[in-house]
């Protein structure tokens, strides 16, 4: 057992962070203030992931076949980690690269994978991930939105809500019905956003400017080759992805720099040998590390080919528990600074920090998990 | 970075359950009295070395950690995580059972009436004095521990000698306080899991309604996350990683407590289920050296230097 890095990884890390100091433009943190899901960062995601994808680091996780360089589990980890600290200057394209792009290598059709794969690996992608919907939110699998035979097409009747990147999108990962079998009468396809009959609406929110859509689908005409995986397979897919995303972005890391900058703002302030402020913020390192610890025994497992487990659901619990416990550290002693905004990263925080029980997953969703698979309490009433 | 457990670990482990379930299965019934000193098992552990494995080569602290937390994790109460980080690391010539003494001597502490040797650890120096049970004066059972004062600290003190860096002595403490108090909360959350799962109220399992569910599963988080902090703290030596645990650990355990004795009802409060062999330790530990409070103001401390 060894909680150090190796000098693999380390030089790896180092790699990365030498790559966020030379290629981050001066007016980065200008454009981050916005938070990972605004129609800056996306934007600035084109210009910026081309070059992380030249350098090797876009992908490196991935296959070589698939252009990348069969970097470990560990090494994937640790590109998350530092991208999140910078503030995720990768924007939507993380979601490619961690788990769009493998759920594609893994289920799609050669043609699929020639015409999406590539394109994601040079950092010229944006997808939207099309699931909730206004009566699907945690009960996903209750989705409406249908898609109909046509001959050698579907059409797609529907809606989907809370569908971040939507308004930059060119391909959306859509979950639609085939037929009215709950989970068996669901399907993927890879839609292309200029499809006819797609409108979006971007929602005025609290976690950003043009984070969050409605998107609309009217007789909207999808070739039969644009089903991911096969018909009515769509469920098993589906746990394959999130089981990768569930524990898959680092955001203890942003949560620990937020709360370094804090506390660096309050030692300018002088107010650094108040020792409640000393406790509080002891407080909200040890949630950030506790974190960390979580996420780095899953990660640990899957490096091993583990198959995702309830531990997930520990460690994203420990994640929400952390972003919160930053977030109300700032807002208790440096309220100012939110209007101030003299700390970049503390606006994008707050709104992610919000929106961390929520998104991916509801908080309690997560607690159901552990108390059923962890903990292996009934989940049913027994009569 | 590696957290699977290693051979020698798993294999050093099972040894140790074993030992610890014939020790639970021949063990007095309880009996009323609320704290609780298992002499026979705390002998046959320093017996087979369990309590030596910090220092030996082949296993170190990381098996050390995982012996306090399953020991920890049972029941049983015996001394265990002063000896496994303390004495093995830093008196391995001094006999045990070992009490600790923190700030002032003349306080009651565990394990005391039992001890052959209690550290008198202040913020500058680590002293160390045999004792024998005339030297001590037991104290009301309030805690699960066996709890004792000294009859003389003076005199105590007077027979003592420096031993070590009252820092390392310090940091160890704080390592072995986190290694306890995870195990114990563990083995805790499980012991009431087992009954919830059992225990029926309007014709279902306790366990099957969602409020008791979601607080369990978030003890569960977050005695998970303690273990894994404590045992980084054992493995690395680093002193933030030990005030981190030991606070992390000390901060959360009020609220754990509440939820297990909550969900337990009146059968929780009783002598006749071990629940309080956990919580009542548990309550204890709260407060090791400077509790909660210290820990993370220290942490802090540690991790934003004043200067920097
Ligand atoms: C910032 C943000 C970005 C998002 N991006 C996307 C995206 O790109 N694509 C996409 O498809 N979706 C996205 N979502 C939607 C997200 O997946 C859903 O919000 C989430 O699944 C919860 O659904 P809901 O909001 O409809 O809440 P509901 O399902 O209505 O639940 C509301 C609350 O009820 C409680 N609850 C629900 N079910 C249970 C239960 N079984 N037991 C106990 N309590 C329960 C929870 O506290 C939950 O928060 C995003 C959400 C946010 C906040």
């Known amino acids: 057992m060894d909680f150090s890095w190796s000098g693999p990884q380390s030089a790896f890390r180092a790699r990365v962070v030498d790559f966020l100091k030379s290629e981050l433009p001066d007016d980065w943190s200008e454009i981050a203030r916005h938070g990972p899901g605004s129609r800056q960062q996306t934007d600035f995601s084109l210009r910026f992931c081309p070059k992380l994808a030249e350098a090797g680091l876009l992908v490196p996780h991935w296959p070589k076949e698939f252009g990348g360089e069969g970097a470990t589990v560990w090494e994937h980890f640790i590109l998350g980690e530092e991208m999140w600290a910078a503030g995720e200057p990768r924007g939507p394209q993380y979601m490619n690269v961690n788990w769009i792009g493998p759920t594609i290598m893994r289920f799609g059709t050669d043609e699929q994978k020639e015409l999406h794969l590539p394109r994601a690996a040079k950092g010229q992608a944006i997808w939207c991930q099309g699931f909730s919907e206004p009566s699907a939110g945690s009960d996903l699998v209750s989705l409406r939105t249908s898609a109909e035979r046509d001959g050698d097409n579907f059409v797609v009747n529907g809606s989907k809500i809370w569908t971040s990147y939507a308004g930059l999108a060119d391909h959306c990962f859509l979950l639609a019905r085939t037929s009215g079998k709950r989970k068996d009468g669901i399907c993927i396809f890879i839609v292309p956003m200029d499809t006819p009959g797609i409108s979006v609406r971007p929602i005025p929110s609290l976690v950003g400017e043009g984070d969050i859509h409605e998107v609309f689908f009217n007789d909207v005409t999808v070739p039969a080759s644009a089903m991911l995986g096969e018909e009515g397979k769509a469920w098993s897919i589906i746990t394959y992805s999130l089981g990768n995303e569930r524990v898959g972005i680092p955001r203890y890391e942003f949560s620990r720099r937020t709360l370094d900058a804090l506390v660096a703002r309050l030692k300018e302030e002088g107010r650094w040998n108040d020792e409640y402020i000393r406790y509080r913020a002891g407080q909200a390192l040890s949630a950030c590390e506790a974190a960390r610890l979580l996420v780095y025994r899953v990660v640990d497992e899957r490096s091993r080919g583990a198959p995702p487990s309830a531990e997930s659901s520990l460690a994203r619990f420990a994640v929400i528990t952390a972003d919160h416990a930053v977030s109300n550290f700032g807002l208790e002693f440096l309220p100012a600074s939110y209007s101030n905004d003299d700390i970049p990263s503390l606006k994008p925080h707050h709104e992610r920090a919000i929106a961390s029980g929520i998104a991916s997953g509801a908080a309690e969703i997560q607690l159901g998990i552990v108390a059923q698979s962890y903990l292996e309490l009934p989940w049913e009433p027994r009569a | ?308």
């Open chain 2, 1 to 308: 970075m590696n957290f699977a457990v290693p051979e020698e670990c798993t294999a050093l482990i099972s040894a140790l359950e074993k030992l610890l379930m014939q020790a639970e299965a021949t063990a007095a019934p309880v009996d009323g009295s609320r704290s609780f000193f298992s002499r026979d098992l705390d002998s046959a552990l320093e017996d087979s070395g369990f309590l030596d494995a910090a220092g030996l080569e082949e296993f170190g602290p990381m098996a050390a950690a995982m012996v306090v937390q399953e020991i920890s994790s049972r029941p049983v109460i015996v001394e265990a995580a002063h000896s496994s980080f303390l004495r093995a690391l830093a008196l391995p010539e001094w006999p045990r059972p070992v009490a600790v003494l923190t700030g002032k001597f003349d306080q009651a502490t565990r394990f005391l009436g039992v001890a052959r040797s209690v550290v008198l650890l202040g913020e500058n120096e680590a002293r160390v004095c045999r004792i024998e049970g005339k030297d001590t004066i037991a104290t009301a059972p309030f805690f699960a521990y066996p709890m004792a004062r000294l009859a003389d600290p003076a005199a105590c003190l007077a027979r003592s000698e420096v031993v070590a860096d009252a820092a390392l002595v310090r940091r160890l403490l704080l390592v072995a306080t986190a290694c306890e108090l995870s195990g114990i909360l563990k083995g805790a959350l499980f012991s009431v899991t087992d009954y919830v799962k059992n225990r029926r109220q309007f014709g279902r399992a306790i366990g099957s309604f969602q409020a008791v569910q979601h607080r369990l599963a978030m003890c569960a988080s977050t005695i998970a996350a303690g273990e894994w902090l404590a045992r980084r703290a054992a493995v690395s030596g680093s002193l933030e990683d030990a005030v981190m645990a030991a606070g992390y650990l000390q901060e959360s355990t009020s609220r754990i407590l509440y939820d297990l004795h909550q969900f337990m009802g009146a059968m929780g409060l009783t002598l006749e289920h071990p629940l309080y062999r956990w919580s009542y330790r548990a309550k204890l530990l709260l407060s090791d050296l400077g509790g909660a409070s210290r820990q993370l103001r220290d942490v802090a401390a540690i991790t934003w230097p004043e200067t920097a």
